[in-house]
């Protein structure tokens, strides 16, 4: 199968592997146990906090190890909301954020929740951001730093610096930033910051989050006092020192891998585009993570595409998560002004750097042979369900 659906998530880079291994094994000791042995697991976790904090250019004592992602969004949300005088009730954030932040606003009773929009190219409106960041009783500001559906990266040190301009603190989910855009937590001055391992090549079910020194923060698990406290539970430590590893390999290989992705990202575009007509590509051209594709096709259904797509041994997603046959347009689509009929019909292709120039050539020849499939059927009078095109 030719893997294009690396911003749902990344395979396990095979040095990270190697790192984990001997803590899955012979290293499996409790890094807060006593003896000697232990404390080499100990060492081993400073030096994986030390590896995520220069990811970001923090200190290691702004990192505290998470569950996930998701996590890392729900402890700075939920600490934030609980930290700030009561007469603050207004959480601005942005239209286009990840679940695992909208519903975490959502969810806070007595809190309203100002959505800023987008422009059509799925970029932060900053004009609308300030008025926002600045009218009465904002409790605190979230944005993401770059999209997951679009790939593209918002203006997120000047929505920082306008929200502090107000005295409002700043968190950012960067999950989908790192490796594809430079995240210096100290240069755009954020708050809080949230990465999860397995978009960068860690394995699934680790994240971390960024606290600026000095900054409150209250714990969302209690218990043993692990993490200094801010983030109770044993460690997962074989996973954490993979994560770390896998930093280490984001920065070293940061400029010139970032390029080979991007190049095959533009390679499989260009033989989309030259290959077919009526296809659009989405998002900021000048803000789109090098590695993601978001392209919508005349005349042809995403869903059917997927299924078909499926078959030809490519795996990609649409526009949303959504994947039955009453596909409908995602939070996001809807925020960059999408028709119901032009989200339908989009896709999402994004590459990693395990990705190859033949998977890129042949991803897009099968794209290619799908969407000229489902025009003639649909041409046809074929309509309908999206089962009909699974013969
Ligand atoms: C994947 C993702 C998350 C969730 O991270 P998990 O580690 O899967 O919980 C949150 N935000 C964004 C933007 C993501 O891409």
Not at 328 to 354: E, N, T
Request: glycine fraction near 10%; proline fraction near 3%; charge should be negative.
């Amino acid at each position: 199968m030719i893997y294009l659906d690396s911003n749902a998530t990344t395979q396990v880079q095979p040095a990270v592997l190697e790192a984990m291994l001997p803590y899955l094994q012979d290293q499996c000791y409790n890094p807060s146990s006593g003896y000697r042995a232990a404390k080499g697991v100990k060492e081993a976790l400073s030096q994986a906090r030390e590896q995520v904090a220069a990811l970001i250019s923090a200190q290691p004592e702004e990192i505290v190890f998470t569950g996930c992602g998701t996590e890392s969004n729900n402890a700075a949300i939920l600490s934030l909301a609980h930290s700030v005088s009561p007469e603050k009730r207004v959480i601005v954030t942005s239209a286009i954020e990840h679940s695992a932040v909208l519903r975490v606003c959502e969810h806070l009773e007595g809190f309203q929740v100002h959505l800023v929009g987008v422009d059509e190219g799925g970029r932060l409106d900053l004009e609308a951001w300030e008025r926002a960041v600045s009218s009465e009783g904002v409790a605190f500001a979230t944005l993401m730093w770059a999209n997951n559906e679009t790939g593209v990266i918002q203006p997120l040190k000047e929505a920082c610096a306008l929200a502090h301009k107000y005295n409002v603190p700043f968190h950012t989910d960067a999950i989908q930033a790192i490796g594809k855009t430079v995240v210096d937590a100290r240069e755009s001055d954020v708050d809080y910051l949230s990465i999860s391992g397995h978009k960068f090549h860690a394995p699934k079910g680790v994240g971390a989050l960024y606290i600026k020194k000095g900054l409150p923060f209250e714990p969302l698990l209690l218990g043993g006092g692990q993490e200094g406290g801010r983030r109770s539970g044993t460690e997962n430590v074989a996973s954490i020192i993979g994560m770390g590893k896998a930093a280490e390999l984001v920065m070293e290989q940061c400029g010139e891998k970032l390029k080979n992705i991007q190049s095959l990202r533009d390679l499989f575009e260009n033989t989309v585009l030259n290959g077919l007509e009526g296809v659009h590509v989405n998002g900021d051209p000048e803000h789109r993570a090098g590695n993601t594709s978001h392209l919508s096709f005349d005349d042809c259904e995403a869903a059917g595409l997927l299924v078909l797509l499926d078959e030809y041994g490519v795996a990609c997603s649409a526009g949303s998560a959504c994947m039955t046959g009453k596909q409908r347009p995602s939070h996001v689509q809807k925020a960059m002004g999408f028709s119901d009929r032009y989200a339908r019909s989009s896709l999402r292709i994004s590459f990693s750097i395990l990705n190859t120039k033949q998977e890129a050539l042949k991803g897009a020849q099968q794209l290619i042979k799908a969407v000229k499939k489902l025009r003639k059927v649909q041409g046809s009078g074929g309509v309908g369900s999206v089962m009909v095109y699974t013969s």
